[in-house]
T-cell receptor
């Protein structure tokens, strides 16, 4: 199936630091979504992106839809302990229906 | 805030048994999905459902799986004869329309096949 390469796989940071993670693919996407998942829970939507070049913020989170439509990044500024969790990118391929293809996830640990 | 609800939260079943996982999507949403997540892995698409029929399915969604919307609110996933490798978190999701594909996920059902 289609692959989304998400990096880094894990991050260990100090509270207050900024974080950046990204997803890339060889395929073109019409939609990029960023989710956060905590243990035993379902993915929670953070940001949705629909146009190439779109830059969207949600509080301390900022995400961008890459110009080539093959990538997206998520930044978290001034991290806090409750930012801990797994962050997934998910995209809707140009060639598929409405299904989402997920990245492998970035495990974020924030040390107080 | 409207949310997708799933029951049960955890199900343990014997290999070969049938299980039915239940979901109540957000009420004004039109497209419904099942995804699964094997422990420690990424979320994988299983099937999408619109207008009372399957619109898309993955290679994982074989003849052992079926979906149904038996009434106006519930959306179910049935696994006819469970295998050990079916053990996973199963997530239901829904979206309003194809134009806005931000999918909202339920809390998941943890299926353990023993």
């Amino acid at each position: 199936g289609q692959q989304l390469n998400q990096s880094p796989q894990s991050m260990f940071i100090q509270e207050g630091e900024d974080v950046s993670m990204n997803c890339t693919s060889s395929s073109i996407f019409n939609t990029w979504l960023w989710y956060k998942q905590e243990p035993g829970e379902g993915p929670v939507l953070l940001i949705a992106l629909y146009k190439a070049g779109e830059l969207t913020s949600n509080g301390r989170l900022t995400a961008q839809f890459g110009i080539t439509r093959k990538d997206s990044f998520l930044n978290i500024s001034a991290s806090i302990p409750s930012d801990v969790g797994i962050y997934f990118c998910a995209g809707r391929l140009e060639t598929s229906g409405s299904r989402l293809t997920f990245g492998e996830g970035t495990q974020l640990t924030v040390n107080p | 805030e409207p949310e997708v609800t799933q029951t049960p939260s955890h199900q343990v079943t014997q290999m070969g048994q049938e299980v039915i996982l239940r979901c109540v999507p957000i009420s004004n949403h039109l497209y419904f999905y099942w995804y699964r997540q094997i422990l420690g892995q990424k979320v994988e698409f299983l099937v999408s459902f619109y207008n009372n029929e399957i619109s898309e399915k993955s290679e994982i969604f074989d003849d052992q799986f079926s979906v149904e919307r038996p009434d106006g609110s519930n959306f179910t996933l049935k696994i006819r004869s469970t295998k050990l490798e079916d053990s996973a978190m199963y997530f239901c999701a829904s979206i309003v329309t194809l134009g806005r594909t931000e999918a909202f996920f339920g809390q998941g059902t943890r299926l353990t096949v023993v």
